[in-house]
T-cell receptor
Framework: KQEVTQIPAALSVPEGENLVLNCSFT??????LQWFRQDPGKGLTSLLL?????REQTSGRLNASLDKSSGRSTLYIAASQPGDSATYLC???????????FGTGTRLKVLA | NAGVMQNPRHLVRRRGQEARLRCSPV?????VYWYRQLPEEGLKFMVY????????ESGMPKERFSAEFPKEGPSILRIQQVVRGDSAAYFC???????????????FGDGTRLSIL
């Protein structure tokens, strides 16, 4: 049974810091992995999607890496800003199924 | 804005009443997924539907919960005889046909926050 874990559960950093969010999964037979951002009271915004055959994806200040064999993904945020404050969710799509298995998220607060 | 639309955004019901949550997918998307987010927990898959068909309802509670996606109109998640434990945020997502676009991301709506008094 696939389990997705995100560490740390919460993170508070001063503005301008580079930071890394971690996601681990127990079953490496994934189809893809997606990072989302969730603002309080809002839905999910897709940030990056990494296919199982890819090693990383980049969008602006965000870079996500995937190491399937070790069951890990990291989301790197460069030069963090207060507007980056949100909960970041990692989700894996299992094999050829359509379901996403979500982690419980990392609550990020960037202090001005 | 052609994103996933969910309504209502907030819904308050008393124990024993029925709750109906609606989801209109992205235009052109034929696949709809419902997830539930309990307080302080991650999102859990509930059900996957295509037009007029339930493909996978393995995440749905066995009683009181049902979902449909008719040929015309939005997808509906229906909860009968609600209890306090049903209080949660319910999210809908949609995607194009999986077989052709398996690596397309699922697009999520803003959710319906259900509160049971």
């Amino acid at each position: 049974k696939q389990e997705v874990t995100q560490i740390p559960a919460a993170l508070s950093v001063p503005e301008g810091e580079n930071l890394v969010l971690n996601c681990s999964f127990t079953d490496s037979a994934i189809y893809n992995l997606q990072w989302f951002r969730q603002d309080p009271g809002k839905g999910l915004t897709s940030l990056l999607l990494i296919q199982s055959s890819q090693r990383e994806q980049t969008s602006g200040r965000l870079n996500a890496s995937l190491d399937k064999s070790s069951g890990r993904s990291t989301l790197y945020i460069a030069a963090s800003q207060p507007g980056d404050s949100a909960t970041y969710l990692c989700a894996v799509r299992q094999g050829r199924t359509y379901k996403y298995i979500f982690g419980t998220g990392t609550r990020l607060k960037v202090l001005a | 804005n052609a994103g996933v639309m969910q309504n209502p955004r907030h819904l308050v019901r008393r124990r024993g009443q029925e709750a109906r949550l609606r989801c209109s997918p992205v235009k052109g998307h034929s696949h709809v997924y419902w997830y539930r987010q309990l307080p302080e927990e991650g999102l859990k898959f509930m059900v996957y539907l295509q037009k007029e068909n339930i493909i996978d309802e393995s995440g749905m509670p066995k009683e009181r919960f049902s979902a449909e996606f008719p040929k015309e109109g939005p997808s509906i998640l229906r909860i009968q005889q609600v209890v306090r434990g049903d209080s949660a945020a319910y999210f809908c997502a949609s995607s194009p046909d999986f077989l052709q676009n398996g690596n397309q991301p699922q697009h999520f709506g803003d959710g319906t926050r259900l509160s049971i008094l």
